[in-house]
Nanobody, 124 residues
Framework: QAPLVESGGGLVQAGGSLRLSCAASGRTFSSYAMGWFRRAPGKEREFVTAITGSGGGTDYADPVKGRFTISRDNAKNTVYLQMNSLKPEDTAVYYC?????????????????WGQGTQVTVSS
C-alpha cells in the first residue's frame, strides 16, 4: 500500500465546515477499511470515524456523531471526511489510516498505514 496523503485542513470559525481528503495509490484501495483519527494539542491520538472497504459500513466516535460524515470513492482511491458544525474542541491534526480488517476498527493497532496528518484549527 502506497503512502496516504491528507489534504483539506485549515482554519475555520466555529460552526463552519471543512472537507478533508485522503488519497492513496495502489490497485487494492477498496480492500482496505479506512479510518480518520485526530490528535489535539497535549492529548493522545483518538479515533474519529472509519469506513469499510465497500463503503457500506461506518462507525463514528460519539463527539462527532451527527456532525462528521466519512465517505469514499474507490474509483478515485480517496476517502473523505466532511466536518460540519465545527467546534473549537475539534482542533487537532487529523490523520487517515488504512486497515486490512474486514470491518471498521477503532483501535490504532488495526491500522497498518498512516498519512502525515493535516491541521484543522477551529476558532471560537
Amino acid at each position: 500500500q502506497a503512502p496516504l496523503v491528507e489534504s483539506g485542513g485549515g482554519l475555520v470559525q466555529a460552526g463552519g465546515s471543512l472537507r478533508l481528503s485522503c488519497a492513496a495509490s495502489g490497485r487494492t484501495f477498496s480492500s482496505y477499511a479506512m479510518g480518520w483519527f485526530r490528535r489535539a494539542p497535549g492529548k493522545e491520538r483518538e479515533f474519529v470515524t472509519a469506513i469499510t472497504g465497500s463503503g457500506g459500513g461506518t462507525d463514528y466516535a460519539d463527539p462527532v456523531k451527527g456532525r462528521f460524515t466519512i465517505s469514499r470513492d474507490n474509483a478515485k482511491n480517496t476517502v473523505y471526511l466532511q466536518m460540519n458544525s465545527l467546534k473549537p474542541e475539534d482542533t487537532a491534526v487529523y490523520y487517515c489510516a488504512a486497515s486490512h480488517a474486514a470491518w471498521t476498527q477503532q483501535r490504532e493497532s488495526w491500522y497498518a498505514y498512516w498519512g502525515q496528518g493535516t491541521q484543522v484549527t477551529v476558532s471560537s
